[in-house]
């Protein structure tokens, strides 16, 4: 027992208390006749102090060599302090330390261990173990544990049971790219990491499971963005005999539960948005609903007049961006710029004015008069002080250019506030897109979700128009979930199939025991997954999921602290029967 | 909704409710007149009933049609049953049907959808989905999904923080073989899968982290023995600050908690036996302790006379078999020859037989006289009624062969109840042993493991004679979970890799983050880790921990349900910069 108490439980009740501490050295101040040293550990950080007239000569001398992250144990007695710390709970007691323990010396840190710390990312990742010991990741690992608590308790409670699925499974071209395991045992062959556990998933609702949920690794090799990792871990559920309303209520509960226990705000029920609204009204089907600046497609009222810029583009569209009036020309201007970077990609924007008089002003004033913004501002929903920004082109491009620019004027706003939970539900997704590259429809969800019943009669004669029992549960503009109603009947699979592309046999080698299961007796069912990293993420009031993981990989995929992957023996590729190609 | 009910929980209350139920056709008794069906769901089976007095025309052709495991849909109204079924909850009542739609077909299944099933082992393993079914198969996944549950609330409530570690690691060849995972992005390099998060727990233990647990999936290639999985799952825990008896006592608290939850008996506080102490008594470091039949060395009480084969032994040893002396001449011949079978390897087995009027009658009747059996029996604590067995040779070997008899004895006894549980920690096992084949130690345990302070002068000396702080729990004669304090300094790392014969080159390349970390303030650490498949297993009665595993592999580490592993695409290789080596 190396501590009878730990550093964050000790107050003005403990003194005169003998107490054994053990912990970090945060702080040495060695004022000469008097020494403080903050000790921390992961509750907290309670003050020693060594003085001469109190303390035992031997033990002076050690206290002063202890630095920085050496780790001590401390035996002494609790005693008010005169000089209190009202931030910390420990901050009205001092331990006046009795005898002293050096457990373990410390090189000097190559960061400090502060919540503010002066570390890059990359050296923050290659010493993870001294990251973690910062609170910002220690809470944030540690808030990561409650909310899975609280999601395994919630559906457990509800009846659903955690089934672990394999994670050895087998490689399916169809979807992202698989992470690939060669099998000693059968020479030449391959397991794959699951990137979900779909197929098992449905299996065990085949299997009569009715309720299921797992907190599981998945796993992609995609080229990497921004803040994607190549493991990560969903929330994973399935359920059987029922329809999408079902779904919506049972997760939109689990949801409530959540961010009410987190936030202490039950956020009440979820709005819903279809799909095709969602892309109309905020270009994205995820739209962050924490703000308004919804579009206005303005085609009918700007066509009219001799702008060829809009008479010859498909959409055109604004939005009303609240008291931005006040931006100054040059503001404009810079705005312009920034939608005309390649990454936002609009050919140019135009503005109007809404002044406090209710008249109007704007870029493009020569081709338009007071009556056509009036009509402009009342389809935007702007008022005196806003300021309208339009954007035009094709349809498909404009929407997401104008997406962005709302995005950046919330942001710039100071409108996506991280305090507050905005969840939606996008519904009615369609069941297909067209992808132009491989010329063959791709699912939009995935293979296995089941057309609207009413829509089944299109998928033969105009499969785009087919819209899926399909959605996304949204937060603050991040889809934190996404599900479907399943197909569970052999030939409704088999033509899902066919129009993806597989041939009878591919699907049959790929897909085979599913599609057998389908005819012992499969039930109706469906499910959502949950991406619980980014869940954990925005629910802690931020954005990047590398800040909730323990040990993550950087954008190369490297695990930078235990420098993986790496080469591996001759002796190991021999025995998996494989060779190393050179690479040129 | 397709039901208002599950099958499970409808009673006389319910009499002259509406219902809607859905689920499986468990039975179809057609009577002409009257149909039963017995529709099964996750929760219970309920009898409908269609009658021709009472049910519409239209249903009963159809409720005709309906075979085993076709799944429905039925609305009707409670009713009284007129002969009632005591052995389930819902035998007072039946639905009699007023509409019925049957949501899908099912051909016949390849076995009985029964408790007891007429489905060999490969058949179920093929449709593993219907084995799940199964009330066996699906209740072991609810109980296992209990103890988890159990587990991960238990050891929240104690502060420890669950922690989900990488999965994608870095290969090391010490221990069993990793699986690997070639890195795409990283040509030429490879992933390893983990045989456990050892290192990262550590890690943590360095950040801080203080109190850690995950249940998590690990993963070993090696060639597997009856009832292994390439994948296996973890109760992995690891706490700082400790020394062993905190380890003990924590997780003692967490098995006593699962144990006494799950059979209503707590099972009081766990004995203790060092690993000398275990193998002398019971030839075996994980000792049924159910049930007697200690060992007795006989060795001062059997070589002072003319019988060479114990007179030339290093052990002679005894066991008293309680009340078996009514096993006739046939039975010890026959018991004999089990001892003598190559999977035994004994060469001989002398019996004394304790007659009820206090004589002994032995198979060495001719080299002992009645005071050394005395004697003998006082030893193994034998009885009148009993029969002692005796086995002799080198102590190696021996004692492993005694152990196996002891079993067999306890078997056909019938003293390995399985309702019964009896705990047990073994201590203090040897740090290293010494490996013939490839003359060298190995650590008993693992790498990380720390001798006991008081024996760290003779890891120069006499490394054979140094214990460690390890443990294991041993549950009913299986070791269910292992652990040790850990080293935590660089110095006696780096000595312990090279006992272990890594170069300090290798040892750096596979372990240098380990040790880096244990420069910056490594607290003192331990932990444990537990088999949570056969914890399970043993809890739910039973020892084969396939049956506790939702899709498990079998032993070639094929997954017949789906075909894994498989070939993958030659363009999948190009990517990962591979080529499969010709199989001659």
Known sequence: MYRTHHCGELN?????????????????????????IDLRDRYGITQLIFDEARTSETLMPLAKTLGREFVIQATGTVIERSSKNPNISTGDIEILVTDLKCL?????????????????????MQYRYLDIRRNPIKNNLIFRHRIAQLVRNYLSEQHFIEVETPVLIKSTPEGARDFVVPSRMNPGQFYA??????????????????????????????????????????????????EQEDILETFEGLTRHVIATVTGNDPGVFPRMTYDDAMKRFGNDKPDIRFGMAFGELNAVTQQKDFQVFNQSELVVGIAVPKANELTRKDIDQLTDWVKRPQIGASGMVYVRCLEDGSFKSSVDKFYDQ?????????????????????SGDTQKV??????????MAERLGLRDPKVFAPLWVVDFPLLEWDEASERYHAMHHPFTAPKPEHMALLHTNPSAVNANAYDLVLNGNEIGGGSIRIHDKTTQSQMFDLLGFTPEEAKSQFGFLMNAFEFGAPPHGGIAFGLDRLVAILGGQETIREFIAFPKNNTGRDIMIDAPSAIDQNQLNELYLNLKTIE
Chains 1, 2 share one sequence.
């Open 12 to 36: 003005t009740k403990h003194i005169g208390t003998a107490v054994t501490l053990s912990g970090w050295v945060q702080k040495n101040r060695d004022k000469g006749s008097v020494i403080w």
């Open 104 to 124: 373990n010396q410390s090189k000097t840190p190559p960061f400090t261990i502060e919540d503010d710390t002066d570390g890059g990312d990359t050296l923050r």
């Open 193 to 242: 990491l699951p990137q979900s556990p779909q197929t098992f998933k449905q299996l065990l609702m085949v299997g009569g499971m009715d309720r299921y949920f797992q907190i599981v690794k998945c796993f992609r090799d995609e080229d990497l963005r921004a803040d994607r990792q190549p493991e990560f871990t969903q929330i994973d559920c399935e359920m059987a005999f029922v």
């Open 371 to 391: 009556d056509d913004f009036k009509a402009w501002a009342k389809i935007t929903g702007a008022s005196a002080g806003d300021l309208i920004l339009v954007l």
């Open 399 to 408: 929407r997401p250019q104008m997406s962005a620019l709302r995005m950046e």
